[in-house]
């Protein structure tokens, strides 16, 4: 691969020499290093040694069509994003291209400027997948399996085995499914296992996030359009679920699609047939559907926000995942997991965790889910400065939430040794128990008596055992502190 090059490469496989040299011209203008190929077979043999970022593939060839080259190129240079160009109006090219693996297509004659752009978004989408094979490397570590490494769904939770095994039933059949969670709770991911466990696995897959789209926009990106249907519509458009025929289409985000929409989804659903925008042609589409949603669709439908009738479409199946705070015995697997996972890729030298910062993982409460959960051991592991995440290496915020009090795990006086005969406390089931827990039987008593106990044993040796001063410094008056000196034995050890 390229990426510790500074120039990005670019593979143009196409006959036409002129057409080569302008676009040779204009890319290595922008910085990319342009290599060229007069035909299918060359263009097949240079992508395969060079493994470029992004191939610009013509389809009309003496010799290999590129629809025929675009196969073979994925497996020779399965990195590459290839763009495919056509002649204008062969839809059933460009949607082979699509089920074929290209990143995309462009058709025949084009502007150089928008070849420029859908090659810089390749590129993006090159850089992307490098990040997330290498997330995803099979390098297995001791407790985690090269199968979960890849799939890397983790649970272990009965909430968790539960949607595993809907999951299970539902992949093998066309089943509409609708998968609902709080954000940052794997909607996504399971979308993914459900396809990849699907008889469709072999075929399209494309997610659709429905709140990132501009609503104008929608429907066009789902549908298509006919040229000059709407301002700004200069060529025709293949929209997804026609690109996706015979695979899967994900609706991410479907709370936050415009009723308009909704009603033809529905008819897509119901029927198996859309309308590109600015036609009146029907078109057949045999897609696989799954939504979901971080939206309350009840209340929604109550509301009349949602469509009912296309809540039920959708709702054949219901995957409803858990909050990570009601699953936290599956924490401890998560960080292990994704720990594993950074080292593997390189990314940090820590491998392990603290118990005592478990413990307050553990007791967290995790709005953001799994999400959030990721991105604390992210940064945690990066500040942490041997091979192990310690507490002070976790967020203060984060500390802050569960109540941790710094001072006792990092004050320096030796105070410890007489309380270590007390009674370690029995099994926890408060949270902030829990959070307390390890402290607990690292300090084996009470630690809220043992933080006041550390504090005035700081104060009483800082000040010279002066009662005075210390009840003064402290706020409690002089016979309570004789009270403490007396309940904690610091006569001895504090001054
Ligand atoms: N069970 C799990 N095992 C391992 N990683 C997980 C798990 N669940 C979620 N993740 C990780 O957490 C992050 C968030 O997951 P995902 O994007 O699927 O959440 P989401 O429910 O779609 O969130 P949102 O509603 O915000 O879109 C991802 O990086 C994902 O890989
Ligand atoms: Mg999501």
Not at 373 to 397: C, F, H, W
């Amino acid at each position: 691969m390229d990426s510790n090059a500074t120039k990005p490469s670019i593979l143009v496989i196409d006959d036409d020499n002129d057409l080569r040299y302008s676009l040779k011209r204009v890319f290595a203008s922008h910085g990319y290093d342009v290599i060229e190929a007069c035909s299918a077979e060359e263009g097949l043999e240079i992508a395969g040694k060079g493994q470029p970022r992004v191939i610009l593939l013509d389809n009309r060839m003496p010799g290999m069509s590129g629809i025929e080259a675009l196969q073979h190129i994925r497996g020779a240079s399965p990195k590459s994003m290839i763009i495919l160009m056509t002649a204008y109006g062969t839809t059933q090219t460009t949607i082979e291209a699509m089920k074929f693996g290209a990143f995309d297509y462009i058709m025949k004659p084009f502007d150089l400027k928008k070849i420029l752009s859908l090659t810089e978004s390749a590129l993006a989408a090159s850089m992307d997948l490098d990040k997330a094979t290498s997330e995803t490397a099979a390098v297995a570590s001791p407790g985690v399996s090269a199968e979960d490494v890849e799939g890397g769904i983790i649970g272990n939770s009965p909430a968790m085995q539960a949607v595993f095994k809907t999951i299970g039933q539902v992949a093998a059949s066309d089943v509409t499914v609708m998968i609902t969670g709080e954000s940052g709770t794997g909607k996504e991911l399971i979308a993914q296992a459900i396809f990849k466990n699907s008889l469709r696995a072999r075929k399209p897959y494309i997610a659709v996030n429905c709140a990132a789209i501009p609503e104008n926009l929608i429907e066009s990106e789902l549908f298509g359009h006919e040229k000059g249907s709407f301002t700004g519509a200069t060529n025709q458009r293949i929209g997804k679920f026609e690109l996706c025929d015979g695979g899967t289409i994900f609706l991410d985000e479907i709370g936050d699609m415009a009723l308009p929409t909704q009603t033809k989804i529905l008819r897509a659903l119901q029927e198996g047939e859309i309308q590109r925008v600015g036609s009146s042609e029907t078109i057949r589409v045999n897609v696989r559907m799954l939504a979901a949603t971080n939206k309350p669709l009840e209340e929604m439908v109550r509301e009349k926000t949602f469509r009912e009738d296309l809540y039920y479409r959708l709702n054949v199946v219901r995957v409803q995942l858990p909050a990570l705070r009601d699953r936290r015995e599956d924490v401890p697997a998560l960080v292990d997991f994704m720990l594993k996972r950074l080292f593997a890729k390189g990314k940090v030298r820590v491998n392990a965790i603290a118990p005592d910062a478990m413990a307050i993982l553990n007791s967290f409460n995790w709005p953001g889910n799994v999400r959030e959960l990721e991105n604390l051991v992210y940064r945690s592991a990066v500040m942490a400065q041997g091979d192990t995440i310690l507490v002070k290496d976790l967020p203060e915020e984060l500390l802050e939430s569960v109540g941790h009090i710094p001072d006792v795990a990092t004050a320096n006086i030796a105070v410890d040794e007489d309380l270590s005969t007390e009674q370690v406390g029995k099994a926890v089931s408060d949270p902030l128990d829990e959070a307390y827990s390890s402290l607990r039987q690292q300090y084996s008593t009470n630690l809220l008596e043992h933080s006041e106990r550390a504090m005035i044993a700081r104060a009483m040796k800082e000040l010279d055992g002066k009662q005075a001063k210390v009840s003064t410094l402290l706020g409690i008056s002089r016979a309570t502190l004789r009270k403490r000196i007396e309940q904690y034995g610091l006569e001895e050890s504090a001054v």
